[in-house]
């Protein structure tokens, strides 16, 4: 039904016309909400992928790392190197997401009980001088049980990241 004043000129009122403007106004408004609200939802969404991409990044470095150790083709040198190379990583992603969606990880807790546990063995500082580091059985066990912690630990971070609602960028800020 098209609506023209002049064609009906005799029942168009006010109510009538308070009534169009109250239809159009509201249209607008939920346009206006739908589609902020979506480009919010959007934005929001596509730093939590990247986060949980970057776990994922994470994950995949170290399992590569622990299959090289496991065939013992690693040297103590370039284990001290990767260590050092991932607390960095870590350290710079945990920063981020305590700042983007404040959740408290404990990633880089865990990096380190691993990372002392290995560089401490007597083994490890055996092999410094030569071109591998043979793990031993009680160390694969203990590695294992340590990366098995720290594996939940990144699933745990990526669960809080999808609960947690990211930080509003248009707050001010302290």
Not at 7 to 35: A, H, K
Not at 72 to 96: A, L, Q, R
Request: some cysteine.
């Amino acid at each position: 039904m098209i609506i023209c004043p002049s064609c009906y000129p005799e029942t168009m009122r006010v109510s009538d016309w308070i009534s169009i403007t109250n239809i159009v106004v509201t249209s607008l408004i939920g346009l206006w909400i739908g589609i902020s609200v979506r480009r919010n939802f959007t934005i929001s969404r596509a730093v939590k992928d990247y986060f949980i991409l970057e776990c994922h990044e994470i994950k995949k470095d170290y399992r590569e790392f622990l299959n090289c150790l496991y065939k013992d083709s690693k040297s103590s040198k370039s284990i001290i190197e990767w260590f050092k190379i991932m607390t960095i990583k870590i350290d710079i992603f945990e920063n981020f997401l305590k700042d983007e969606f404040k959740v408290n990880p404990n990633m880089l807790q865990s990096h380190n009980k691993l990372k002392q546990y290995i560089t401490e063995t007597e083994e490890f500082n055996e092999s410094y001088t030569k071109s591998n580091f043979a793990l031993t059985s009680s160390i694969r066990r203990n590695v294992v049980e340590i990366h098995e912690g720290f594996s939940k630990e990144l699933t745990k971070i990526v669960i809080e990241i999808n609960k947690a609602p990211k930080k509003s960028h248009w707050k001010k800020r302290k």
